[in-house]
Nanobody, 121 residues
Framework: QVQLVESGGALVQTGDSLKLSCAASGRTYNSDSRGWFRQVPGKEREFVASIIWDGTSTVYADSVKGRFTISKDKAKNTVYLQMNSLKPEDTAVYYC??????????????WGQGTQVTVSS
């Protein structure tokens, strides 16, 4: 059984930085990447970033490019999301996922429970 567990969510102020972590247990079959998505109430879940697990490729949403950095520690089976220069519009529940290298939610078949990030103005 695969489990993805996010941590690091918090209440921060505009301009602050925050680092999210997602630790995986179990083997993620048919998953060549790990991604981060986010969702606010009443809206669809949106892509944030993704990283190839056995490579160096990364991809970001335009809204976070240059501010967020996705990284990994294979020895710890953990993926991170470093978020800098946070804005109120970054407020959301952030989800970690494992699946195919893609911006599309349906390409990911394993999901964490989410961690809340709130950015106050």
């Amino acid at each position: 059984q695969v489990q993805l567990v996010e941590s690091g969510g918090a209440l921060v102020q505009t301009g602050d930085s925050l680092k999210l972590s997602c630790a995986a247990s179990g083997r993620t079959y048919n998953s060549d990447s790990r991604g981060w998505f986010r969702q606010v109430p009443g809206k669809e879940r949106e892509f944030v970033a993704s990283i190839i697990w056995d490579g160096t490729s990364t991809v970001y949403a335009d809204s976070v490019k240059g501010r967020f950095t996705i990284s990994k520690d294979k020895a710890k089976n953990t993926v991170y999301l470093q978020m800098n220069s946070l804005k109120p519009e970054d407020t959301a529940v952030y989800y970690c996922a494992a699946g195919s290298y893609s911006r599309k939610e349906y390409d990911y078949n394993y999901w964490g429970q989410g961690t809340q990030v709130t950015v106050s103005s």
